[in-house]
């Protein structure tokens, strides 16, 4: 029986859906203005896991995340959103901006085989949705409009702090908490925002012309496609708050009902003992990674960590996860030579379900893929038993099938790197002719590097020149 530790409650509990066997799961999904780091990769790859482990259950998950193009202000940088600022950096459109860096998230995600959302919803699509909310919460008294701005009163929200143990007589500004003379509250938070002339991204209201707050998205689209109350909302302990207890004030004044019943935190990826992340200049992208390392050996090192626990990034923590999956994959593999293995699923005998039941034992308990990954090793000291005596066709189809279901159904991880092999030669074929386009840009011989850029665009790959240097993507 599956057991969740519930942020809300602060304990594991037994994971019983608002309407079973149908769940309905959200997940704070990236701001898009520029490439996801290792931190986005432990996100996004424990709920993914969640996910399969759900739907191996038997439940019937809807999955929502968002895409924050707009939005997300930085608080120490005059409030300018994220989108915005990028794109003045770049000298391009939000739109640009937020698009470029959605395409790369999800190049990203699809090569750590994170599967997809069921719905993918940006939030600039829901600015109609959002403004409604904003009226609701207004004429239930629940928020005020003070010179174009829209503010939540907290304190008029009795149950404020719950999620974080916060309490509003202890709440001073801090650098998530905007300071403005026209609230009522340091605390309160903005659900509008008036926007100046220079602001690129602006909509019409009925307070005037600006933009939505960032907490208000996740409230609309989560509602929106799941409704009033959601089983799971995931994302990460530094969302704890505002983001998430902000999510609750509004949601819950304007419906009346609970918002959700369970809410997962993961935990950060560190690095010499400092949360990685953009603001701090510590991030490692994971482009960058996937040029160095295989992309099940980044999926293996998260997987090796329960996703409530602090992870310590290093080179020799990469190196030793790569060593852990390549033995693993190498006995999968060497499985696979031998059967058949296009066989239909069927029932294991009792020797091999022992493992499987171990396997869901583990998940079970708040989705332990740490302990989850010992019994794959255990079955990999077993095949390697059984690959070194005779082994009958019978054991071998089925432990292939315990490595599929657990393994790859569950933990996600694709031992089979033919596809991955072909696309590393393509990589290392592509960057070689870059470097051929770079001699000559040298050399200032612009018809040769145009013909590289107009060849390689015959072949569906795009190049884009920039200050640090030239980067390429598919079509």
Same mark, same amino acid.
């Given at each position: ?23 309905? &799961? ?9 490439? #996801? ?31 924050? /193009? ?30 470029? *860096? ?7 995600? /699809? ?56 309490? @509003? ?36 209201? #009925? ?13 609309? &689209?989560?509602?929106? *496609? ?21 999510? @609750? ?12 019943? *369970? ?17 701090? !200049? ?45 033995? &693993? ?8 030579? &031998? ?60 432990? *292939? ?10 933990? !996600? ?14 990589? /290392? ?33 795009? @190049? ?12």
């Amino acid at each position: 029986m599956l057991k969740i530790y519930n942020t809300l409650s602060r304990k594991k509990e037994t994971f019983k859906p608002i309407h079973p066997p149908f769940v309905g &799961m959200y997940v704070c999904g990236p701001t898009v203005y520029d490439d #996801p780091h290792l931190g986005h990769a432990k996100s996004y790859i424990s709920f993914d896991v969640v996910l399969r482990f759900l739907r191996a259950s038997g439940y019937k998950v809807r999955y929502v995340q968002n895409i924050t /193009d707009v939005g997300h202000l930085l608080e120490d940088d005059g409030g300018e959103d994220r989108v915005q600022k990028r794109a003045r950096l770049e000298k391009l459109e939000p739109v640009e901006i937020a698009q470029k *860096y959605e395409r790369h998230f999800f190049r990203d995600m /699809d090569r750590l085989n994170v599967c997809r959302p069921d719905i993918s919803s940006r939030a600039t699509g829901h600015i109609t949705e959002m403004i409604e909310l904003i009226k609701i919460l207004i004429e239930k008294g629940f928020a005020y409009e003070s010179d174009g701005n829209v503010y939540f009163e907290i304190s008029k929200f009795g149950d404020y702090g719950k999620l974080s143990g916060r309490k @509003i007589e202890d709440m001073k500004e801090g650098t998530r908490v905007q300071a403005a003379e026209d609230k009522k509250h340091t605390a309160d938070f903005a659900l509008w925002k008036k926007a100046d002339e220079l602001h690129l991204m602006q909509w019409p209201s #009925p307070w005037g012309s600006g933009y939505p707050g960032w907490h208000l998205e996740c409230s609309v &689209m989560s509602m929106k *496609y799941i409704g009033d109350s959601i089983d799971i909302h995931g994302g990460g302990i530094d969302n704890q708050f505002p983001h998430h207890e902000c999510e @609750i004030a509004q949601s819950e004044a304007a419906t009346g009902h609970p918002f959700v019943k *369970y809410w997962i935190h993961h935990n950060m990826v560190t690095i010499k003992d400092q949360k990685m992340s953009k603001s701090l !200049g510590n991030s490692v992208t994971i482009h960058n990674l996937l040029e160095k390392y295989h992309p099940m050996t980044l999926r293996f090192f998260i997987l090796q960590s329960h996703y409530r626990s602090p992870q310590l990034f290093s080179e020799e923590a990469l190196e030793a996860a790569k060593k852990g999956f390549d033995k &693993m994959a190498r006995t999968v593999r060497q499985i696979k030579t &031998m059967i058949d293995a296009d066989e239909e699923e069927r029932q294991l005998p009792p020797k091999w379900e022992a493992y499987k039941k171990q396997f869901y034992d583990f998940m079970d308990d708040d989705f332990n893929t740490a302990g989850a990954i010992t019994v794959l090793f255990d079955l990999v000291k077993v095949s390697n038993e059984c690959l070194a005596s005779s082994p009958s066709e019978r054991d071998l189809k089925d432990l *292939y099938l315990l490595f599929k279901w657990l393994g790859e159904d569950i933990l !996600g991880l694709v031992f089979d790197d033919a596809a991955d092999s072909r696309s590393s030669k393509e990589a /290392d074929l592509v960057e070689y002719i870059l470097q051929l386009r770079r001699t000559f840009r040298e050399k200032k011989d612009w018809s040769a590097s145009d013909a590289i850029r107009d060849a390689l665009d015959q072949m569906d790959i795009v @190049i884009e020149d920039g200050k640090d240097g030239t980067t390429w993507r598919k079509k």
